[in-house]
C-alpha cells in the first residue's frame, strides 16, 4: 500500500499490523483516567441540586451575527427564525426587530494576540451544555460558574506542543466559511478547552511505553481531532453530536458542539477492541508506504494486481484535509507532488494529467505482464476524465472496460452538488503480455500487428454484460472503440499506424464475427448467443449526439433499423442536437452527413435488401413483393440507408480526402485562433500528420484550437500529447 500522505499510510499500518486488544482497551481506559485526573475542572458543572457536580458530555456553541440595521448582536442559535414561501429564512433583530438573511449580516469578532499580532476569529457564545450526572444525561444553560470556567481557561497559554501550523494558499482554505472565520492555521480550529484537553490526551498516549501500543492508542485518538475541532457542527436533531463534521470538505458551521475526550472515546475503545479481536495478521503480510506513486520502492513486474483511488481533479484536496492530523504527528504531506487541479497552487488540467500518468507509469512498471489494474474516478468534467484515460494509455495501459460503482454513501460534493457525479466509475485497464509486445518488435508497421493487437484486446474483454435482467452493449466491442485502442497502442510504442479507418474496419468485419454491433473472437460467440437467447431484446447502446462523429453514429444506428426520406430523418435528427452539443464543434448539415457517409436509393435499381427489409416488415400492402415491383420502388425511392461495408470503404476514403483537405484550411489559418471547426477534420488531419511524423504541425494546429476542446476530447489529447512528446515540449 502505498499513499502520498502520512496520515493514510498511519490508518492503514495500523489495519495491517497485530493488534494487541487483549490490553488495548484497559489501557485506552487508563488514559481516559489520567486525563480527567489532570484536567477534570474543564469539565465540570453544577448540577440541578446546585451541589452536587456533573460531568460535561458537549457544549453547544453559536456564533454571533450584527444586525445590519441597528449594529445589534444577535446569538444564531438562539435568533428567532422568520421563513418565507421560496426564500431562506431570515434572522429578526432582539433589538430593533428588522429582518436580514445570514449572508447580509456581520460576523461579530474576538480580537486576540498569537505570535505577537492582533488576529481575531468569530465571537462565539455558549448556549448550551449536555452533561452526566449518574447514568443519566441532562441539559442546562450555562450559569455563571461556567462562565468563569471558560474564562480561566482562555487565559491559559496553550501547551508548547499543541501543532501551530499555517494552512497554504489553497482552494480548500481559502475558500467559503474557512475564509470568512478567518480560519487559518490548525490552532484556529480548535476553542481553547477542547485545545489542552487533546494536547494533554495526546501526551499521554506519547508516553505509553509499550512502542506498539502507543501506535494502536494514537490510531484511536486521531480519530477523535476533527470532533474536538469547529468543524463538529451541533445539528439539533437528537443525533449523537459527535462526528457531525463533513466529509470531503472544511466546513466550520455556524453552530459547534464541543465534545469532550471521555464523550467520543469511552466507547470507542471497547468497539476498536471487538472489532479487531477476530483480527489475527502477522508482521510481513503487508508493505505501507508514504510517498508518491510515482517512485515506488518495487521491482519490475512482480506485482499481480493494482488498484488505486486517486483525487478526482479538483473535487478533493486530499493534502490539505489531511494536514491537520498530520500536523499532530508532526509530518506533513508533500503537496508539491500532489495530483490535484489547484489554480491557487498553479495546478492546472496539464500538470494533473503530468502526475497521474507518471504514477501510472510506475504502476505499470511494477505490474506482471498480462495482469489488471482496477482506477475508481469521479469526475463531472469531461477534461478530467479524458486526461485520465489519455495518462493510462500513455503509460502503456488498454482500457477494457469502465463501469458504475454505486458506494450507496455520497460525498458531500456527491450529494449537493447538481453537476456532481453521483456514481464513482471504475475503469478496468491490462498491462499487455510480453509476447505481444515482442511479436510488434519484430514485426514493426505491419497490419498482422494490428490484428495481433486486436485477436488478443478481445479476449480481455467481457463477452456479455448484464443490468436487471437485460444485456448491456459492451462499448469497449464497439468497432471504432476497438480502432481507436489500437492506434493508441501503435503510437504509444511509435510504430505508425499500419491500417487506415476503413482497411481496419473492412477487415474487422471479414475476420471477426459481429452481433448486435459488437465485435467477438469466434469462440466466445457460442457463449454471447446464449446469453442473447435468454434476453427480451438486444443491448442498446447509449447515443449521446455532442460532436460530428456520434452524430454520424447516431444516424448509422437510425438509417440501418429504418431507411428514412430527408423529410422524415430531419426531425428526429434535428431533436438530437440539444444542449449537449459541444462549444466550438461546428454543427453539420444533415444533408451534408448524409451526402458524405449514406447511400440513397434514387429508383432505378432493384430496392436494396436493407430497405426491402424494413418496408416489408413495416407495410402490409408491401409485403412479399419483389424488390423490382413498381410499388415497392416507389415507396423506396429518395430513401437514405446504410451502406454495405464494401461501399461503404469507398465513402470512407471520399470522406477523408474531402477532411483532409478541410484540414490543410485550418494549417494555413495563420495567427488566430479557431473559433468553431469539425473535430473530424482535426482528429483525420492529426492522425495523418502523424503517420508522416510531421508532429510540429499537430502541436501548431493544436495551438490554435481553444483549450477546453482539446482537453475535452480524448482522441485530439493522444495525439497532442505524444506530438508534444517527439517535439520535447
Given at each position: ?363 505499470f512498471r511494477v505490474l506482471k505482464p498480462g495482469r489488471w489494474m482496477t482506477v475508481v474516478f469521479s469526475n463531472s468534467q469531461a ?47 491490462y498491462k499487455p503480455n510480453g509476447g505481444l509486445e515482442q511479436r510488434l518488435a519484430e514485426r514493426g508497421a505491419a497490419p498482422e ?117 430527408y423529410q422524415e430523418v430531419h426531425p428526429e435528427f434535428t431533436a438530437q442536437l440539444g444542449a449537449g452539443w459541444k462549444k466550438h ?145
Amino acid at each position: 500500500m502505498n499513499d502520498l500522505s502520512p496520515a493514510a499510510t498511519f490508518i492503514s499500518a495500523n489495519n495491517n499490523v497485530p493488534f494487541f486488544s487483549d490490553s488495548y482497551e484497559r489501557a485506552g481506559r487508563k488514559l481516559l483516567a489520567e486525563l480527567w485526573s489532570s484536567i477534570h475542572w474543564m469539565y465540570e458543572t453544577t448540577h440541578s441540586d446546585g451541589k452536587s457536580l456533573g460531568r460535561i458530555e458537549y457544549t453547544v456553541w453559536s456564533e454571533v451575527f450584527i444586525c445590519p440595521s441597528c449594529s445589534g448582536e444577535n446569538v444564531f442559535l438562539d435568533a428567532e427564525k422568520v421563513s418565507y414561501e421560496g426564500q431562506r429564512d431570515r434572522i429578526r433583530c432582539s433589538s430593533c426587530g428588522a429582518e436580514a438573511r445570514k449572508e447580509e449580516m456581520a460576523l461579530a469578532q474576538t480580537q486576540f494576540l498569537e505570535d505577537g499580532h492582533v488576529q481575531w476569529r468569530p465571537k462565539r457564545v455558549p448556549v448550551s451544555i449536555a452533561y452526566k450526572f449518574g447514568s443519566k444525561v441532562f441539559e442546562k444553560k450555562p450559569d455563571q460558574t461556567d462562565l468563569d470556567v471558560l474564562r480561566r481557561i482562555e487565559e491559559l497559554e496553550l501547551p508548547s506542543a499543541f501543532p501551530h501550523v499555517s494552512f497554504r494558499s489553497s482552494k480548500t482554505f481559502n475558500e467559503g466559511r474557512m475564509r470568512t472565520t478567518n480560519t487559518r492555521n490548525t490552532r484556529s480550529i480548535f476553542l481553547p478547552r477542547a485545545a489542552h484537553a487533546l494536547a494533554k490526551l495526546w501526551a499521554l498516549a506519547e508516553r505509553e511505553s509499550d512502542k506498539k501500543l502507543r501506535v494502536n492508542l494514537l490510531y484511536s485518538i486521531e480519530q477523535a481531532i476533527i470532533s474536538m475541532s469547529i468543524f463538529n457542527r451541533y445539528r439539533p436533531t437528537g443525533y449523537s453530536q459527535f462526528g457531525q463534521h463533513l466529509t470531503g470538505v472544511f466546513y466550520v458551521g455556524s453552530q459547534h458542539a464541543e465534545c469532550t475526550p471521555w464523550y467520543i472515546l469511552e466507547g470507542k475503545f471497547g468497539r476498536v477492541e471487538k472489532a479487531f479481536q477476530s483480527f489475527r495478521t502477522t508482521y510481513g503480510n503487508a508493505i505501507v508506504g508514504a510517498g508518491s506513486s510515482m517512485a515506488l520502492t518495487c521491482p519490475d513486474n512482480i506485482i499481480d494486481y493494482v488498484f488505486v483511488d486517486p483525487p478526482f481533479g479538483f473535487n478533493i484536496f486530499y493534502a490539505d484535509l489531511n494536514k491537520i492530523v498530520e500536523a499532530w504527528h508532526q509530518v506533513i504531506s508533500d503537496v508539491d507532488g500532489e495530483a490535484v487541479i489547484d489554480d491557487y497552487s498553479g495546478k492546472d488540467i496539464r500538470v494533473y494529467q503530468r502526475l497521474i500518468k507518471g504514477c501510472f507509469s510506475e504502476f505499470f512498471r511494477v505490474l506482471k505482464p498480462g495482469r489488471w489494474m482496477t482506477v475508481v474516478f469521479s469526475n463531472s468534467q469531461a477534461k478530467v476524465w479524458n486526461a485520465i484515460q489519455v495518462a493510462l494509455q500513455e503509460a502503456g495501459f488498454v482500457v477494457a472496460e469502465v463501469t458504475t460503482l454505486d458506494k450507496k454513501q455520497g460525498s458531500f460534493k456527491q450529494v449537493t452538488s447538481t453537476n456532481a457525479v453521483k456514481q464513482d466509475l471504475v475503469i478496468s485497464a491490462y498491462k499487455p503480455n510480453g509476447g505481444l509486445e515482442q511479436r510488434l518488435a519484430e514485426r514493426g508497421a505491419a497490419p498482422e500487428s494490428a490484428w495481433d493487437f486486436v485477436q488478443t484486446h478481445l479476449r480481455q474483454l467481457s463477452v456479455a454484460k448484464s443490468k436487471n435482467g437485460m444485456l448491456e452493449f459492451v462499448v469497449e466491442r464497439d468497432p471504432r472503440r476497438i480502432y481507436d485502442r489500437m492506434i493508441a497502442w501503435f503510437v504509444r510504442h511509435d510504430v505508425p499506424v499500419p491500417l487506415s479507418t476503413e482497411e481496419f474496419l473492412d477487415g474487422l468485419r471479414s475476420r471477426f464475427p459481429e452481433r448486435d454491433g459488437m465485435v467477438f473472437l469466434p469462440e466466445q460467440i457460442p457463449e454471447y448467443d446464449r446469453k442473447r437467447a435468454q434476453s427480451a431484446q438486444p443491448p442498446q447502446m447509449e447515443m449521446f449526439v455532442a460532436d460530428e462523429r456520434s452524430a454520424i453514429d447516431w444516424l448509422t444506428d437510425f438509417l440501418r433499423k429504418r431507411p428514412s426520406t430527408y423529410q422524415e430523418v430531419h426531425p428526429e435528427f434535428t431533436a438530437q442536437l440539444g444542449a449537449g452539443w459541444k462549444k466550438h464543434e461546428t454543427r453539420p448539415e444533415l444533408s451534408a452527413l448524409l451526402e458524405d457517409n449514406f447511400l440513397r436509393y434514387d429508383g432505378s435499381a432493384d430496392v436494396p435488401s436493407q430497405i426491402h427489409n424494413y418496408l416489408s416488415t413495416n407495410y402490409h400492402d408491401l409485403r412479399n413483393l419483389e424488390k423490382s415491383e413498381p410499388r415497392l420502388k416507389a415507396k423506396a425511392k429518395d430513401r437514405w440507408f446504410v451502406p454495405d461495408p464494401n461501399k461503404a470503404q469507398d465513402l470512407e476514403k471520399k470522406r477523408e480526402k474531402a477532411l483532409l483537405k478541410e484540414f490543410e484550411e485550418y494549417r494555413n489559418t495563420f495567427g488566430r485562433k479557431l473559433k468553431e471547426f469539425r473535430l473530424e477534420v482535426l482528429r483525420a488531419g492529426f492522425k495523418a500528420a502523424w503517420a508522416n511524423k510531421d508532429y510540429q504541425t499537430i502541436v501548431s494546429i493544436a495551438n490554435k484550437v481553444p483549450e477546453d476542446a482539446l482537453q475535452e476530447d480524448e482522441r485530439l489529447l493522444f495525439w497532442y500529447d505524444s506530438a508534444l512528446t517527439r517535439t520535447g515540449g
